[in-house]
């Protein structure tokens, strides 16, 4: 896969225009931690064991148990919940979506199969028993240089910015193309005449609607990223051509207006105040006739170059927001603010709705499912099929560091100290377990900036790839390095998007809480970490969740360690649910370093003091002093532990002439 994945794209979006968000309602209380004082760190702590037992399951039960949840879900003629499986990478849930789907031909009229891409095509095709039953809907496209990609409509990108401006694809067809095109030679319409029961679809579909009708749908990784609704509105189509002065909400716009043209920033209980009052806008949204006034504002089209000109279809989704933030001043509450004016453009959060074509047989397979967040962007009522196999290798945990992108990442875009301690880490992991083939997930800037050969990593890849690959598979370790999580400002963006319709302000304190490990000590106590999180608020604690938790749940099963004997490396100290660990290490521990001693520095004082010894024959407290430039007491306690490690012992070099015989240490 080559893109980003549903959320995280959208987070990459947003971070890309961060200077263009500015939302004043969203300030990040960041209490003291518990028993505040500047020496606080955040400590493992032994807890009683967590309520949890380790899956029994294999692939094989998997496979049952999603396929009796769909065909129990079937029997039902008319569900009002839509069915949501959570299936782990490895457990065959494209191949049992796919030999559903193949299963419904006879029983329903058509089947919807939506994926996230369009090469995902390709993965349902490899599992297809009945590949003559498919056929993938095509976007509209110009055409390519190869077969693979058919021109469809010759005024694709037009119809985009069309689209983009809030008009229906089907306007800019009747009105630049003419019916009788559409029906006889429009290679894009006419698509809806094959006769294949199977339609691979895309998940912007499930939102934005399709010209065909389903008997069932059945969707396949998260689809959220095609709800996500972020408008923008120039400043010149602020407000729209021909509108009436005498409207009320019309004075409205040019005050909007004036305040893009100044570059200024507005929002809030300010930008209804700066609109004449909570009192005037909600008048003035009252008045506004939605179906007379607002649809004579269309503009007729007739070539495909009146769209540059084309207003905005704004004034519905502008008015609705405006209602709702005047509402909330008048009646002095704090609301989440979804409008703003910022840089010159009219901005609006909002969310696409499920299509109202949608059959009432919706099925659903995501690896990380939130039935939360599902249930807020279908509209519907959710059950959720938890299906974990047992994952076959071991997953070792080390828990000292968070490594958070600000500290392994300078603000120059550098790697920091801290990057080269993790290097250390690797190399240990590498070299105490004797990996061939280890894999290393971490951040995109971590990956780019170190010497991934001389780590020996036999693969890379970085978080917040395409989920649902495989192109970690065949490598026997997976080292996951890092937590990887969007600024908490952009978490509370996604959760206004997200939860649309929530009109109480969130809470965005930001806390520590003690979090279980999955995991059971030979005394039977359980461990427990400090974790910082939204935790006074269920729906932004639910998105930090998918970004955070869920990136590294998917960034571990790249490998498959469902299907495949591979061990899991978490250099984090979060603890994650889905990957119980069966030990838990401190990084001392794995560099195998003294107590009295920095473990980073006696990594790397072992690491020379092989290479001096391959060099020259021996090893020496004075050459440690003359080359590592180190004092006398250092030197020695370097010397006694390296001892104590057992690789090395004690030896003698007897001077060729006159001198005292000079005491050494040389590797057994």
Known sequence: MNGPSDLIKFVQQLRARRDEFAFNDV????????????????????????????????????????????????????????????????????????????????????????????????????????????????????????DDHPETCRYAYAITNWMNKGYTALDFCSGVCGWSYIGKQCPYHAQQHLSNPIMFIQHQHVCLGHPLEFGAVIGDESPITAFMHCWEIPARFIVPKGINVAWPITDILYRLLMIADNSRHMEGEELIDFCGGSDVVLNACKSLDIIGDVQALAPDIHSATDVEEAPYFHLIDLASLLYREATAVSEGRKYPHRLLIHNGKLMMLLRHSASAKLP????????????????????????????????????????????????????????????????????????????????????????????????EIYRAAHFYAARGTNELEGCDAIIVAGTPQPSLIEIAKLAKMIFFERDLAFTYTFSDKPVKY??????????????????????????????????????????????????????????????????????????????????????????????????????????????????????????????????????????????????TIKLK
């Open 360 to 455: 009432p047989h919706l099925i659903w397979l995501d690896a990380t499912a939130n039935v939360r967040i599902y249930e807020a962007i279908f509209k519907r009522q959710t059950r959720i099929i938890d299906i974990s196999p047992r994952l076959q290798g071991y997953i070792y945990q080390v828990l000292d560091r968070s490594n958070g992108k600000s500290s392994l990442i300078s603000k120059q875009g550098n790697v920091t100290e801290k990057t080269k301690q993790l290097e250390t880490q690797i190399k240990a992991i590498i070299k105490n377990y004797k990996y061939k083939q280890p894999a290393l997930i971490s951040f995109q800037k971590v990956i780019d900036n170190i010497d991934l050969e001389s780590l």
């Open 27 to 146: 300030v990040i209380n960041e209490p003291p931690p518990p028993e505040s004082s500047a020496g606080y760190r955040r400590q493992l702590e032994i807890c009683p064991p967590p309520h949890w037992a380790s899956s029994t399951a294999i692939v094989e039960d998997a496979h049952v148990l999603i396929s009796q949840a769909i065909t129990n879900y079937l029997e039902d003629p008319y569900p009002d919940y839509m069915l949501l499986i959570k299936a782990m990478p490895g457990t065959g849930k494209t191949f049992m979506a796919v030999a559903a789907a193949e299963e419904l031909i006879t029983t329903k009229a058509r089947i919807a199969y939506a994926g996230p891409r369009h090469d995902f095509f390709l993965q349902v095709m490899a599992f297809a028993k009945k590949p003559q039953a498919w056929y993938e809907w095509l976007p509209r496209q110009i055409g390519g240089d190869d």
């Open 518 to 663: 999955r995991y059971v000590d030979d005394n039977g106590m359980g461990r427990q970490y400090p974790v910082s999180g939204f935790w006074d608020d269920i729906n932004l604690q639910e998105i930090l969740n998918v970004m955070r938790q869920d990136e590294i749940l998917q960034a571990a099963h790249r490998g498959r360690p469902i299907i495949h004997p591979i061990d899991i490396w978490l250099l984090t100290n979060i603890p994650i649910d889905g990957l119980p660990p069966t030990q838990l290490i401190t990084i001392r521990e794995l560099l195998c370093a003294p107590l009295n001693v920095n473990a980073f520095s006696f990594a790397r004082v072992k690491e020379w003091a092989i290479v001096f010894y391959q060099e020259n024959g021996y090893m020496s407290r004075k050459a440690m002093i003359e080359i590592l430039g180190i004092n006398r007491e250092t030197a020695t306690k370097y010397i006694n532990e390296l001892i104590k490690s057992g690789e090395w012992e004690i030896d003698t070099i007897v001077p060729v002439g006159a001198g005292r015989p000079q005491k």
